[in-house]
Nanobody, 122 residues
Framework: QVHLAESGGGVVQAGGSLRLSCAAS????????MAWFRQAPGKEREFVAA????????DYAESIKDRFTISKGSAQDTMHLQMDSLEPEDTAVYYC???????????????WGQGTQVTVSS
């Protein structure tokens, strides 16, 4: 079992920045990879960004790839999502997710955190 804990959500004005963090614990060795999904009100959950345990591979949704940056944290099995130039359309609950298989990670990951609210005001 893998446990995920998100932090860093909040309220920000359009054009501002936020940094989300996630820490994984439990059975993360050797190949667990991590990703962010988000769900806006009235919409389906969507993939945002992903990163491997080593940090050597990343993937982004087209809608955010020029504004968001995913990175490996300094502590093992942690990651961050730096969100810049935020838009009201980025308002959503952001979920930290994890899986051992990359194709499953970006579509339907096995493990999910509780989520953290990000609200961007216009």
């Amino acid at each position: 079992q893998v446990h995920l804990a998100e932090s860093g959500g909040g309220v920000v004005q359009a054009g501002g920045s936020l940094r989300l963090s996630c820490a994984a614990s439990g059975r993360t060795f050797p190949r667990i990879a991590m990703a962010w999904f988000r769900q806006a009100p009235g919409k389906e959950r969507e993939f945002v960004a992903a990163i491997t345990r080593s940090g050597g591979w990343t993937d982004y949704a087209e809608s955010i790839k020029d504004r968001f940056t995913i990175s490996k944290g300094s502590a093992q099995d942690t990651m961050h999502l730096q969100m810049d130039s935020l838009e009201p359309e980025d308002t959503a609950v952001y979920y930290c997710t994890a899986d051992e298989k990359l194709d499953r990670l970006t579509r339907n990951p096995t493990y999910w955190g509780q989520g953290t609210q990000v609200t961007v005001s216009s």
